[in-house]
C-alpha cells in the first residue's frame, strides 16, 4: 500500500504540476479533498485578481479577523496602514499589505454593491483553517498555465506510512508576469484514500520565490526597548 500511494502522488505532480493536464485532476484529487494552511499573521481574506482589472474578496477565513467585516464580492480599492499606503490593481495585487504586524489596523477602502465603504481591520494570528479544493481550482489553474507556464516540481525525498503520504520538492519556474526565474522548496503531507487525495498540509519557501521574483524586504525600525 506504501508504495501504491507514493506512486499516486508522484503521478499527480507529474501529471498536474509538470504536465499541466488539468482534464485529469480528479484523477488524483477527490471532490471533498481540503487543504490545510499553516498559521499566520494577517486579515485573514483570499482576494482573487483573476479579472486583470479588480482585487476581489473571494474567501473569508472563519474566525478571522476579516470576519464579519468583508464579505465575498468586496473589491478592495485601496489599503493602509501606519506605514504605508496601496492603491489601484497594480499595487494591491502585488503588495503585501494583508501580511505583517501582529496587532497593526489596516484601513481597506471597498466597493460594495455599488457604494464605497471603509473596514478596519487589525491583524490577527490566524490558526488551523482550511480551504476546500474546489475553492483553490481556478487560483492553481492560472498560476501554472499563465503565470508560471514551464514550473517544473521535483520530488527529491518521498515516503509513505499508512495512508499518509510526505514528500520534500523543488520547484522551478519563471514568472510570466516579472520574467524572472526562481529556485525554492516545499514540504507536503498528503493523505490518501481510495486511490485520491483528500488531504494536504503544506509549508512553501514563498520568501525565496518572492525575493528572487524581486520583491525587496527592509529592516524595520527598532521598537524601544
Request: glycine share 8%; proline share 4%; charged share 25%.
Amino acid at each position: 500500500m506504501d508504495n501504491k500511494n507514493i506512486q499516486i502522488v508522484r503521478e499527480c505532480i507529474e501529471q498536474i504540476n509538470n504536465a499541466k493536464n488539468f482534464d485529469k485532476i480528479y484523477d488524483y484529487y477527490s471532490e471533498e479533498c481540503v487543504f490545510y494552511n499553516p498559521p499566520y499573521v494577517g486579515l485573514g481574506f483570499f482576494p482573487d485578481d483573476s479579472s486583470g482589472e479588480r482585487l476581489e474578496v473571494k474567501t473569508v477565513v472563519p474566525n478571522s479577523p476579516a470576519t464579519d467585516v468583508l464579505q465575498q464580492g468586496d473589491v478592495v480599492l485601496r489599503a493602509s496602514d501606519d506605514n504605508e499606503s496601496w492603491e489601484g490593481y497594480d499595487q494591491l495585487r502585488t503588495g503585501l499589505w494583508g501580511q505583517g504586524k501582529l496587532g497593526i489596523e489596516v484601513t481597506l477602502t471597498l466597493l460594495r454593491s455599488g457604494e464605497t465603504i471603509e473596514a478596519i481591520i487589525k491583524r490577527g494570528r490566524i490558526d488551523g483553517f482550511y480551504l476546500p479544493f474546489a475553492t483553490l481550482q481556478d487560483v492553481w489553474r492560472k498560476f501554472l498555465l499563465e503565470e508560471m507556464p514551464d514550473l517544473k516540481t521535483e520530488i527529491i525525498q518521498i515516503m509513505a506510512s499508512g495512508d499518509l503520504v510526505a514528500f520534500y520538492a523543488a520547484n522551478t519556474g519563471t514568472s510570466t508576469i516579472y520574467n524572472q526565474s526562481a529556485v525554492w522548496t516545499e514540504c507536503n503531507i498528503l493523505r490518501i484514500k481510495d486511490g485520491q487525495i483528500v488531504e494536504w498540509w503544506g509549508v512553501e519557501n514563498t520568501l525565496s520565490q518572492w525575493r528572487q521574483m524581486g520583491f525587496q524586504i527592509r529592516e524595520p525600525q527598532k521598537e524601544p526597548a
